[in-house]
């Protein structure tokens, strides 16, 4: 009767599974937090990019563009020879232990035994893949060098290519440009692929 029961919900699963991949949208919810020192959008907002030491080669070169995507977005134009303003970008990718997992014969997180339900509880499935990440915007206005916009956005789930991942945590982290709410806020971006 016990292994009838383990069945049926491993079934239920594998079909809550398929439906979520066949649907091809995943939301990206962020956490956001800005600091703006922008009354309203410069009137020449032209920028280009500043790196630090650690940010040399071509994996920057990537991450720049995903945020020139985002800054354009906001109305800003990229012109490395007369620029008003530097942009920093920075992203940080890191695989961390699910909110889901199975771990010493019960679950973590959030997962319904903890519920007091437990209709999960003995199910032997691995640990899912879980991944924090972050990126960063700092703005500079030229030539003082003075910040006049930060801005980090986050999120932690599924594997995502940091290629759709990315782009869309800068549009996160740049809505409401120049004078966002205060404090930290959750942004949701619907993306049309899917997580892995």
């Known amino acids: 009767m016990k292994q009838h029961g383990f069945w049926r919900w491993f079934g239920l699963l594998g079909l809550v599974a398929l439906l979520a991949a066949c649907s091809g949208h995943y939301l990206l919810d962020n956490q956001v937090q800005t600091f703006s020192r922008l009354p309203a959008t410069p009137a020449e907002p032209t920028y280009r990019h500043d790196r630090l030491p650690s940010q040399q080669g071509p994996a920057q070169a990537q991450l720049e563009a995903m945020a020139d995507s985002a800054l354009r977005k906001a ?14 970008a920075s992203a940080q990718l890191q695989r961390v232990v699910s909110p889901w997992g199975w771990q010493g014969g019960g679950w973590t997180g959030f997962g319904l035994a903890h519920h007091g339900v437990g209709v999960m509880a003995g199910l032997p499935l691995m640990e899912t893949p879980w991944h924090q990440r972050d990126v960063a ?27 759709v991942a990315f782009p869309a945590m800068f549009d996160a982290a740049l809505q409401g440009f120049p004078t966002p709410p205060a404090g930290p806020r959750r942004v949701d971006i619907l993306l049309g692929g899917k997580a892995g």
Do not use: C, K
């Open 137 to 163: 915007l700092i703005i500079r206005e030229l030539p003082s060098n003075a910040v006049v916009y930060e801005t980090h956005a986050s999120n932690s789930g599924p594997w995502l290519d940091p290629g």
């Open 75 to 88: 109305g800003w134009r990229r012109d490395d020879t007369n620029a008003r303003y530097t942009v920093q």
